[in-house]
């Protein structure tokens, strides 16, 4: 029989349909074996010695005496060259009748992870994915010092059907000058979590994850990977910090590479049991520029794209996961 389970935290339900559990190889496709990448391609913005069809870089990683816009890199940040936001002007709104309006005020960035196209997260060395994740942490601490912004998101699409639409290894960061309902919705639940049990939630989820052993993924010194009790889609999973850390731009350099490590290793389990499968991992960090200190835990979340929102999903807001979040962290774990 399906179950309803409940998200502690965003008070968030998601139908676990057991009796439409899907394996692994139920979500391959005959079809889909991929060709093989070159290591460069000639067209490709984000391969080196294309730097001239980007943005001006931000920041880089640079050889010694490598020029600014030029090949020597190991990790690039640019402006998108498309943003959804624009970094000119003040977020004021103003009222339109019954709405609000404002100017698209924000930063977009993308964050080049490796000057070789044909990498990914799993498949790249440990050192240079280490790297790209120490950016990922620049970036955050840069855009976190800008008072307009109250709200950062770490964001990564594999695949074209997960969003992506230049395949070359990368990722995005986005700033805002609001918190938006997915992060607000962390932060209250979080709050009225611990008013009403008078423990920080995500603690108490992992002891329980730890207890049962069921649904872990990964553990190591300083994280935990899982795959959610309450997970919305098909082999999704969580990294959670055992440290009651707010902000990822706080972590120190040995617990960044931990995370790094944690995070590639997931991927990889992913990438073996679903056959480098779409994706989107998001980093959830806390609000920046508050009046006051928010309770919170920064995390990331990992979302496999195997199925499709249909009006259910769409008109309820609830997931419907057709592998059991048990199966998902087992096979996930090898023992499938």
Not at 36 to 55: L, Q, S, V, W, Y
Request: proline share 11%; glycine share 6%.
């Amino acid at each position: 029989m399906p179950e309803l389970r409940l998200n502690p935290i965003t008070r968030e339900w998601a139908v676990i349909a057991t009796e439409r559990s899907r394996r692994p190889h139920d979500f391959k496709k005959a079809d889909e074996t991929p060709a093989p990448k070159p290591d460069h391609a000639p067209t490709c913005p984000f391969c080196t010695g294309n730097e001239a069809m980007t943005p001006p870089e931000v920041e880089a990683f640079r050889e010694p005496g490598a020029q600014p816009e030029s090949p020597g890199w190991w990790v690039r940040a640019v402006p998108n060259k498309f943003p959804a936001l624009a970094p000119e002007g003040v977020f004021q709104p103003q009222p339109v009748g019954v709405y609000l309006r404002a100017e698209g005020v924000g930063t977009h960035e993308v964050i080049i992870e490796t000057p070789l196209h044909n990498h990914t997260p799993a498949t790249m060395p440990a050192e240079q994915w280490r790297e790209a994740v120490r950016m990922y942490q620049r970036r955050l601490q840069a855009l976190c010092r800008d008072s307009r912004y109250k709200s950062l998101l770490l964001f990564r699409n594999e695949g074209r059907t997960a969003g992506a639409s230049l395949e070359h290894p990368h990722a995005q960061l986005v700033a805002l000058p609001f918190v938006p309902p997915v992060i607000q919705s962390l932060v209250d639940g979080i709050a009225r979590y611990r008013a009403e049990h008078h423990k920080d939630p995500f603690e108490a989820i992992l002891e329980q994850e730890h207890r049962e052993g069921v649904r872990l993924v990964h553990t190591a010194p300083h994280y935990t990977a899982f795959v959610p009790y309450f997970a919305r889609v098909p082999f999704e999973v969580w990294i959670v910090p055992h440290a009651p850390q707010a902000h990822f731009e706080q972590v120190g350099d040995s617990e960044r590479d931990a995370f790094a490590d944690t995070l590639q290793h997931v991927l990889q389990r992913i990438d073996a049991v679903l056959s480098q499968p779409p994706y989107n991992f998001m980093l959830f960090t806390a609000p920046v520029n508050t009046a006051a200190e928010v309770e919170f835990r920064w995390f990331l979340r990992i979302a496999p794209r195997l199925t499709i929102d249909a009006g259910f999903e769409i008109g309820t807001g609830v997931g419907i996961n057709i592998t059991a979040p048990e199966d998902s962290a087992r096979y996930l774990r090898g023992e499938g």
